[in-house]
């Protein structure tokens, strides 16, 4: 999956990774590999001046992976809050993996290597602001990993809580009130439970204690600025200093 997000990059492609194959990176660069969360998606957003032709975008596709014995097949036109879909198979028709790429605006990035292999993905605080924001709603529950992600970034990675608010005011996003992470533990509990293809899965109970530290000024609207400390999986006030 990497050679294939290596390869998209190498042909200069104009999209940005994210999701799970990202936040993999940012967890082993920091040592954290209590666990590993199998995927078979590669998830992206377009960052080009404009939204490409589906066919235009296809045809980047297969030229970047021309050399690799893969193709791009599109499984899904992208529309209003539709992501382009693409199953890539081998020379054989198997499928290998899917790639979804979003043609959202553009978001922060940075460089992430792989071996030899370097490409553009999310900053760690554009995965926490999405997955925050998912926990916060009803789609928890169908997006129990990202219970996963949070907990594992939460014991690794700096967060300041101006970061992620930054974020979510630039994208107008919309962020529930923690009811279903606050009030329906047990089925939590049980859609956490039911996640399969995760080695050293923490226990439910370990994992929610932590989060709900870490959670705490989100769900509580806390606009004064914080900065988590992953060391102590504590919240510090911060001085004047804080933006420098």
């Not at 066919?55 to 036109?77: C, I, P, W, Y």
């Not at 792989?114 to 925050?132: H, R, S, Y």
């Not at 293809?197 to 929610?208: A, H, Q, S, V």
Request: hydrophobic letters at 40%; aromatic letters at 10%; charged letters at 25%.
């Amino acid at each position: 999956m990497y050679e294939v997000m290596g390869a998209i990059a190498n042909s200069n492609a104009p999209v940005i990774y994210k999701g799970a194959m990202v936040t993999k990176l940012i967890l082993s660069e920091h040592g954290f590999i209590d666990f590993t969360r199998e995927t078979q998606d590669i998830d992206a957003s377009w960052a080009g001046d404009s939204p490409p032709l589906m066919e235009h975008l296809t045809s980047m596709l297969n030229n970047a992976l021309s050399g690799h014995g893969l193709t791009a097949v599109v499984k899904r036109d992208y529309g209003e809050r539709m992501s382009a879909g693409y199953r890539i198979i081998d020379t054989d028709g198997d499928v290998k993996l899917s790639i979804d790429i979003d043609m959202r605006a553009a978001v922060d990035s940075r460089t992430y290597q792989f071996g030899k292999m370097t490409f553009q993905g999310v900053t760690p605080e554009n995965v926490l602001a999405d997955k925050i924001s998912v926990i916060a709603s009803d789609r928890v529950f169908r997006r129990a990993k990202d219970l996963i992600d949070v907990y594992a970034l939460s014991h690794c990675i700096s967060v300041k809580t101006t970061g992620i608010h930054g974020i979510w005011k630039r994208e107008n996003r919309a962020v529930g009130t923690f009811d279903a992470f606050h009030n329906r533990q047990d089925e939590l509990r049980h859609s956490y439970d039911k996640l399969r293809r995760i080695d050293t899965k923490p226990e439910f109970d370990k994992l929610y204690s932590c989060l709900l530290q870490f959670l705490k000024p989100f769900a509580e609207k806390d606009t004064v600025p914080k900065i988590w400390d992953s060391k102590n999986l504590a919240w510090n006030g911060i001085t004047n200093d804080f933006d420098k």
